[in-house]
Antibody
Framework: EVQLVQSGAEVKKPGESLKISCKAS????????IAWVRQMPGKGLECMGI????????RYSPSFQGQVTISAARSTRTAYLQWSSLKASDTAMYYC?????????????WGQGTLVTVSS | QSVLTQPPSVSAAPGQKVTISCSGR????????VSWYQQFPGTAPKLLIY???KRPSGIPDRFSGSKSGTSATLGITGLQTGDEADYYC???????????FGTGTKVTVL
C-alpha cells in the first residue's frame, strides 16, 4: 500500500528555520517524483515544487523559487521541504503528493498534511 | 496564484445534479490532461477524476469529468450529503512548467 506520512505540526517564530518531512512507503521511491503543495488558510492549492529522488532533479514553481528548498534522501525514502527564515505568510498546511507518471501528471497519493504556524 | 478559475460555490438538493466549471488557457487545460480532487475540511485532497474523464478505482460513477478547449467540467449526479466538500481542478501548465490548480468550488447540498 502506497503511503506518504508527513511530520507533525510546527509552531515557529518569524525568522526561524524549519524542515518538514514526507516519508514514503509501498512503492519504488527513487522512480517517482514527489511534489510539495501549499494550502494557505481558507485558500486553494498551490504547487511549490517537485523532486525526483532518483537523481535529486528539483524544479520549483516560479512563485516559490528562492523561497524554499526541496530535497530527498533515498536511504530513508523521505522528501523534505525547508525554510531558512520563516515569515508569517508561510503559515499554511503543506502537503506532499506523488504524481502517478511523470512530473506533469496528476497526483494519485497525498500525505496527510503538515500544519505550519508562524507567529511572534 | 491559481491560474484556473472555478465558481466559488454550487448547490443543489439531494438527488439532483451539479456541475463545476474550470476555466484555463491553451498553456494548461487545452493541451494537458485535467484532474479533479475532492477535499473535506481538515483532510488532504483525494483524486476524483484523472486524464479528463477517468475515475480511479472506488470512485462512484456519479462523478464524471469532461474537457473542451480551454475548459473542463466536473459533474456530480445523485447528489448526497456526503458530497459536501471543496472540489479542485488541476492540470499541468506548459508555460509555467508546474502543476496548477483551480480556485476551488464548495459544493453544498441543500
Amino acid at each position: 500500500e502506497v503511503q506518504l506520512v508527513q511530520s507533525g505540526a510546527e509552531v515557529k517564530k518569524p525568522g526561524e528555520s524549519l524542515k518538514i518531512s514526507c516519508k514514503a512507503s509501498g512503492y519504488d521511491f527513487p522512480i517517482y517524483w514527489i511534489a510539495w503543495v501549499r494550502q494557505m488558510p481558507g485558500k486553494g492549492l498551490e504547487c511549490m515544487g517537485i523532486i525526483y529522488p532518483g537523481d535529486s532533479d528539483t524544479r520549483y514553481s516560479p512563485s516559490f523559487q528562492g523561497q524554499v528548498t526541496i530535497s530527498a534522501a533515498r536511504s530513508t525514502r523521505t522528501a523534505y521541504l525547508q525554510w531558512s527564515s520563516l515569515k508569517a505568510s508561510d503559515t499554511a498546511m503543506y502537503y506532499c503528493a506523488r504524481p502517478t507518471r511523470d512530473r506533469t501528471s496528476f497526483f494519485d497519493y497525498w500525505g496527510q498534511g503538515t500544519l505550519v504556524t508562524v507567529s511572534s | 496564484q491559481s491560474v484556473l478559475t472555478q465558481p466559488p460555490s454550487v448547490s443543489a438538493a439531494p438527488g439532483q445534479k451539479v456541475t463545476i466549471s474550470c476555466s484555463g488557457r491553451s498553456s494548461n487545460i487545452e493541451n494537458n490532461y485535467v484532474s479533479w480532487y475532492q477535499q473535506f475540511p481538515g483532510t488532504a485532497p483525494k483524486l476524483l477524476i484523472y486524464d479528463n474523464n477517468k475515475r480511479p478505482s472506488g470512485i462512484p460513477d456519479r462523478f464524471s469529468g469532461s474537457k473542451s478547449g480551454t475548459s473542463a467540467t466536473l459533474g456530480i449526479t445523485g447528489l448526497q450529503t456526503g458530497d459536501e466538500a471543496d472540489y479542485y481542478c488541476g492540470t499541468w501548465d506548459s508555460s509555467l512548467s508546474t502543476s496548477v490548480f483551480g480556485t476551488g468550488t464548495k459544493v453544498t447540498v441543500l
